[in-house]
């Protein structure tokens, strides 16, 4: 089927022009090397601002030495954290639709010189059926991920798309919001990705050293530097106002790609009025037939991953911070505390995954994953030591309020007004059809615990939605 819509915004930028400017990125890092302790503590009074650090500021904690500063770095994330986001999660799967892919990243299960994989590309039958058993466990979000490949052109994901909204399971599930990982386009497709009622386009630069860049990407239509790194100026021209950023982490010093995200940032922001909606910085993990990532040039190990993380929060408060099923359940714990907005849970990364068994078919992944528990037995954990709100709220996606006035609101803090009711009604519903009984008492208990705190007026409006919730009613959100 053809899909066809008007482009929605014009801006004016170079796009043979790199923003990434790897001298004064090395500058900044190297004049911001061996800080002061005062350098520091500055800083981290500044972050407690919540209006976000510079690129000089970054540098600044990142190359921190001292540890009990670095303990005070980890305090004020979880500060700002729950200050901005409360104690909310956001719940998503991915849904891999293809690992056809034209592209040969060095670092990739899905790289086209890999001939080990066995390729596949779902027929829209078979997508309905991956969505249904996502929906029987409970989730509302889905990042559909497609392989970088002339056949996952934009008139196919629309379908796939749309095929995925169609799907009802008899047991109320339903999938509200289909974020998007694609190949970059031209900004007439991005249009027409958008008539597809997307959420967030998501797309990663991987490493924005353009000399590493070059060297792991060896061929396909990858190769060209400029051409992804301006994909997300091309969406938003399209009208696609909430895009993700990401880095992986491993494949050139993580200070480098830390502030070169933080530049891209900024750049979004200074170009379009509005930055990132989310952010994504997963670390390199090991993927069949490649070589670099059973041995990353520049492994991160636990200690800088948190730091990574933590340095994120308090440079752009206002911004998701996503965290994927690579880290172990013991490391996702600790990120949740320091910043981490968004988690997968219960995550296949293969075509097919979720229908094919109960057993994970490790060849044919993407990556190696870290935590292999179930939506229930994450939730209940999320519940239980974290004593966070398991969140499927896609009520700011349905009432418009993305890209610039979601940011807008978010910098005055409507968390109390909308996020937290949302959660909790969403949670319920969630406890109400999908819940094992021990995990439903665990949730309502600490829905209780979250209406007392709230003021007498909003807990009885929440209270309502909830009796609503509890009669049948579903999908209610302020």
Known sequence: MSHHAPLTKQRDYDVNHSFINDDAIWNIINACAQPSRDQVQQVLAKARLCEGLDLSDAAIL???????LTQELFAVAREIKQKIYGNRIVLFAPLYVSNHCANSCSYCAFAADNH??????????????????????GHKRILAVYGEHPRNNVNAIVDSIQAMYAVRDEHGGEIRRINVNAAPMDSSDFAILKTAKIGT???FQETYHRDTYQQVHKKGKK???LYRLYAMHRAMEAGIDDVGIGALFGLYDHR?????????AQQLEQDWGCGPHTISFPRIEPAQGSDIS?????AIDDDRFRLIVAVLRLAVPYTGLILSTRETPEMRRELINMGVSQISASSRTYPGA?????????????FSLGDHRTMDEVVQDLVDNLESVPSFCTGCYRKGRTGDHFMGLAKQQFIGKFCQPNALITFREYLNDFANEQTKAKG????????????????????GCLARTDAGERDIYL
Not at 129 to 137: A, C, G, I, S, W
């Open 223 to 225: 190769k060209d530097y």
């Open 62 to 68: 990142l190359q921190n030495t001292e540890a009990d």
């Open 256 to 264: 480098f790609d830390l502030l070169a995200l933080l530049t891209h």
């Open 116 to 137: 080990q994989l066995k390729r596949r590309t779902l027929k829209l039958d078979e997508i309905r059926e991956e969505t249904k058993v996502l929906e029987r466990m």
């Open 201 to 203: 386009y998501q797309c």
């Open 444 to 463: 309502n208990a600490l829905i209780e615990r979250e209406l007392a705190k709230m003021s007498p007026a909003r807990a009885k409006n929440v209270r």
């Open 354 to 366: 979720y229908v094919d068994s109960l057993v994970e078919q490790v060849d044919k992944q993407q």
């Open 294 to 298: 059973e041995n990353p040039p520049y």
